[in-house]
């Protein structure tokens, strides 16, 4: 692979060593007070902000507390789990998210890989090329949804013009069950797309030009290029940009809210739309909460999987 | 726009590293790529377009059935709109910018502060359990925001933090540390530590050390940092629809989001006010194009 930082590994060493023994001591521990000093207020806010809240929702988790009714919580312990778990309405939900996620997810990372390696075989305009297909994933995913709602609107909307003028049928994107769910994710892979396509041509760009110079003098075929060079080195780094979405779109929650709220019926509420539905539509807080620590956990599982193939990539 | 896409397509010759005796190598297979290429940069960046079309369109040809895609009137009505309220006087849109602005650059400028001695303490010292704790603080960033704004809009409600900007801001801030923190680690790490124990050798303390020689030399990361830092915050939905109600404190995504409250929609407007909010974000963003792979990773893999 190509240089990276080193992440993770401490260097004891580098603490301050060309020094005589006496003051390296002293200064050693002025050090760890200066490293006290610098981290700790970082810390600090961390855990005013997402620690401290997260523990108080897992307090809640186990009560039947509700922000509108007021009142002292009553601890049910595990009754909002129990419910959640057991709940048909929840099952669905996750089923949604699960087809989104796989959906989006999977058609992001073959277009991305695809356009980083077109972009890649590219000599000229490679600059302007990725700047222009990342514009995108810039966009704030409030003007992505409301772009998109325009272009899809059913009467007036440009997407149903042009196939309209192709003679193709009008499709009904955002008003159909089945449809509005594929909106959902052709809108998330339309902004995403350019995420696995720039890690990707990182990657692509690292292989070592003399490997494929050793392969053409073999006369190897371009597809045995691809699949004994190109993959295998790139790999891991897609895996990691995979993993990243994966995580990111089991936590959306702003594009769904936008482009369809959700409907039509229940057709594209995701696990994030159903939990804001409880806690501020329901005002169940303590299900909510209950809810809310379930999807952490999956976050969680997800996140260690990802800092882990993180780790041995650094490594290698 | 569009201009330059053809300028990127019609290059020369491509490179082929194939021999000659291929069956389908060199120029077919080019041309192939290349027009490839163009049919999914203009897929990609129709949609932009089409909103910059709609923005300067009069409202009979936005809804014109079938849509008009070259021959309309330009007006630039509704970016006035965006501005100036329709009695004259400043409009709710224009605040909402403004409040955008205020709550991104103090919540950047907040985090900046505290991440950037924090990455360089990780950088340069050995902590306890340093791994952990990065993971740690890594993994903050990673919870679903609509999960955390559950608790925070209890606890805002105790302490009186909602609907103010300043909520806004810690919350903001909360979630652009571990992000400062890992890609200013990565920035520190390539400045020699050398550097510091030279200093150190002619009689400066460790903190003067960092301060008149590290500091300097990470200004250019400590500015890619905090241009991420701020387009997170500009772009942030879900903390500011929950935790904001008034006008005055709004930021500009709630804010664009409710124009499309009403029976009718005024998509003239939404698409002015979008252009609006997203050319300083593709201003930014380009200025800092060297940084991309790791700003978007939040600073776990660089390149």
Do not use: C
């Amino acid at each position: 692979m190509s240089y990276s930082a080193p992440l993770t590994t401490d260097h004891p060493g580098q603490v301050a060593s060309a020094t005589p023994p006496a003051p390296g001591r002293s200064r050693r521990l002025g050090d760890r007070r200066l490293a006290v000093a610098f981290i700790s207020p970082a810390l600090l806010l961390l855990l005013a902000m997402s620690v401290f809240p997260l523990l108080w929702a897992l307090y809640l988790s186990f009560t039947d507390y509700s922000a509108t009714r007021g009142g002292p919580a009553e601890f049910v312990w595990f009754e909002n789990y129990t419910a959640i778990l057991t709940s048909p309405q929840v099952h669905l939900r996750a089923l949604t998210t699960l087809i989104y996620v796989v959906g989006a997810v999977t058609l992001q990372t073959v277009l991305g890989f695809a356009i980083a390696y077109l972009i890649s075989r590219r000599t000229h305009g490679r600059g302007l090329l990725t700047t222009l297909f990342l514009v995108p994933m810039m966009l704030s995913p409030v003007v992505v949804g409301l772009f998109w709602r325009f272009m899809l609107d059913a009467q007036f909307g440009v997407i149903n013009s042009v196939l309209g003028s192709l003679g193709l049928g009008q499709v009904e994107w955002l008003t159909r069950q089945r449809t509005a769910l594929i909106s959902l994710i052709l809108v998330d892979t339309w902004q995403w797309t350019p995420f696995i396509m720039l890690i990707a041509l990182a990657g692509l760009t690292a292989v070592p030009k003399y490997l494929y110079e050793a392969a053409s003098i073999d006369r190897a075929s371009e597809w045995f290029k691809f699949r004994t060079i190109t993959l295998p080195l790139v790999w891991p780094l897609l895996l990691i940009a995979v993993l990243f979405r994966a995580i990111e779109a089991f936590r959306l929650f702003d594009l769904v809210y936008i482009l369809t709220s959700g409907g039509p019926g229940v057709s594209t509420e995701t696990l994030s739309f159903h939990v804001y539905k409880v806690a501020f539509l329901g005002f169940n807080t303590g299900t909510a909460s209950a809810y809310g620590i379930l999807m952490v956990l999956v976050v969680i599982v997800l996140t260690q999987l990802y800092l882990r193939y993180l780790n041995k990539l650094k490594e290698d | 726009m569009a201009l330059s896409v053809d300028e990127a397509v019609s290059t020369g010759p491509a490179r082929d590293h194939t021999p000659p005796a291929r069956r389908f190598g060199g120029r077919g297979r080019s041309v192939l790529e290349v027009a490839l290429l163009t049919v999914l940069a203009v897929v990609m960046l129709f949609p932009v377009l089409w909103m910059i079309e709609t923005s300067i369109k009069e409202n009979r040809d936005v809804y014109a059935i079938p849509a008009k895609f070259f021959d309309f009137k330009v007006t630039m009505d509704h970016f006035k709109d965006v501005f100036v309220a329709s009695g004259g006087g400043r409009s709710t849109l224009s605040v909402s910018f403004l409040n955008s602005v205020v709550v991104a650059g103090v919540s950047t400028a907040l985090a900046t502060v505290l991440g950037v001695p924090a990455a360089w303490a990780y950088s340069r010292f050995a902590v306890k359990a340093k791994k952990d704790q990065l993971f740690f603080i890594l993994s903050t960033r990673f919870m679903p925001p609509v999960v955390v704004v559950i608790p925070i809009f209890l606890m805002y409600r105790q302490v009186g933090l909602i609907d103010t900007k300043l909520g806004l801001i810690l919350i903001y801030a909360a979630f652009n540390v571990p992000f400062t923190i890992w890609m200013m680690k990565g920035f520190v790490d390539e400045v020699p530590a050398e550097y510091e124990d030279a200093a150190m050798l002619d009689g400066y303390t460790r903190l003067q050390a960092f301060w008149r020689f590290t500091l300097p030399l990470l200004l250019p990361g400590i500015a890619a940092t905090a241009v991420f830092a701020l387009i997170f915050s500009w772009n942030e939905f879900v903390f500011a629809i929950f935790l904001t109600s008034s006008d005055n404190v709004r930021t500009a995504p709630p804010a664009i989001a409710g124009l499309i409250g009403g029976t009718t929609v005024d998509w003239g407007l939404v698409a002015a006010a979008s252009v609006v909010f997203a050319l300083p974000v593709l201003v930014f963003a380009y200025l800092v194009r060297k940084h991309l792979v790791a700003g978007v990773t939040l600073g776990a893999v660089r390149r």
